[in-house]
């Protein structure tokens, strides 16, 4: 079961073309919003569609893939972890963000 513990799947698609971040040490990471979609019917029977936001990050080697290969609007299928962290803006003010850090990546299509 261990292999179970905080582990995410998602396909959706990329909201925006990914950022591409090189360190001093020549390592690079991978940053963009992914969109999964859900329906529901309200209680008129109405269909209902919403689309839920997710932060990426990738590092490694699966940045190379995304780099040259993932573009804004192709669906995707990303497999991770959720990770969290805060910082504090300049002005003070505590910021929290929830990331899928992720360590598989399946290209299903373009837009």
Do not use: C
């Not at 329906?39 to 940045?63: F, M, Q, T």
């Amino acid at each position: 079961m261990n292999t179970l513990r905080n582990k995410v799947q998602l396909i959706g698609r990329l909201g925006q073309d990914p950022e591409i971040l090189t360190f001093q040490d020549g390592n690079k990471m991978a940053k963009f919003s992914l969109a999964t979609d859900d329906s529901y019917k309200d209680k008129n029977g109405n269909k209902v569609e919403r689309a839920h936001w997710h932060n990426i990050i990738i590092k490694g080697g699966l940045v190379n893939v995304v780099e040259n290969y993932v573009n804004k609007g192709q669906e995707i299928a990303v497999e991770g972890k959720l990770t969290n962290r805060n910082y504090t803006t300049e002005a003070g003010e505590k910021r929290y963000v929830t990331e899928i850090m992720v360590n598989e990546l399946l290209l299903l299509g373009s837009k």
